[in-house]
């Protein structure tokens, strides 16, 4: 699902209308707190609910999530994400985003271990592993999280059902493949749909790498 980060603020609609192939649009909420950044906030989330019928993934990457994340399901985001090292109650909230009837996940910076929050993941719908350290678009995949990513995999087949497994930063045609091979199902990319000449064809593109990789 391409990264409306890397697209042209002051066109959103027109980034929306370029990726009509894309599965979801992914949302990123920074808070210049949590992630030294500053992106766009509640008030845009509802813009884009009203301008388009697509699936909204929001990352929420900001300090207060117990206090904000369930407004963004309430808001008609179909998935909200909200980073473990910044949540109070992870549990609650979880279950305050689907009391909301949205998807709830879980994120992970590139540094923060699953193993701790193995007994969490039958609250979720998605857990989303870093790839990059959050806060910009652009950067440098980092192959370290792949052990990770494996033993992420490993734990959800252990709980069965359909938690997804999503990764996001520094996804392109060049990474995306041993992403798909360690198990992910939802990859999210910014600057390589973005900066692509053809964003929608670069969405197809990355899909198919990853369904011929893929599990
Ligand atoms: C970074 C954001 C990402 C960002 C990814 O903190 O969460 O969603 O847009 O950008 P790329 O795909 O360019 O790494
Ligand atoms: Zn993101």
Not at 37 to 52: D, K, M, Y
């Amino acid at each position: 699902m391409p990264s409306l980060l890397s697209a042209d603020f002051a066109n959103l609609q027109a980034a929306m209308e370029s990726v009509p192939s894309a599965d979801a649009l992914h949302v990123d909420v920074m808070d210049n707190h949590f992630v030294p950044n500053l992106t766009l906030g509640l008030p845009v989330v509802e813009s884009l609910r009203r301008a388009t019928p697509m699936m909204l993934d929001v990352h929420l990457m900001i300090s207060d999530p117990d206090r904000w994340a369930p407004a963004y399901a309430e808001a008609g985001a179909e998935s909200v994400t909200f980073h473990v090292e910044a949540a109070a109650a992870p549990v609650r909230l979880a279950r305050e985003i689907r009391g909301q009837g949205a998807r709830a996940s879980l994120a992970l910076k590139p540094a923060t271990p699953i193993e701790p929050y193995a007994d969490l993941l039958g609250e979720l719908d998605m857990v989303l592993i870093m790839t990059v350290e959050p806060g910009f678009g652009g950067q440098k995949f980092l192959d370290l999280c792949l052990p990770k990513i494996r033993r992420t995999r490993a734990l959800l087949d252990q709980v069965g059902g359909d938690v997804w497994l999503q990764i996001d930063g520094g996804v392109s045609a060049e990474t995306i493949e041993r992403c798909a091979a360690a198990g992910v199902d939802s990859f999210v990319a910014g600057s390589s749909v973005f900066g692509a000449d053809d964003p929608d064809a670069m969405v197809s593109e990355l899909r198919n790498l990853a369904l011929r990789t893929g599990q």
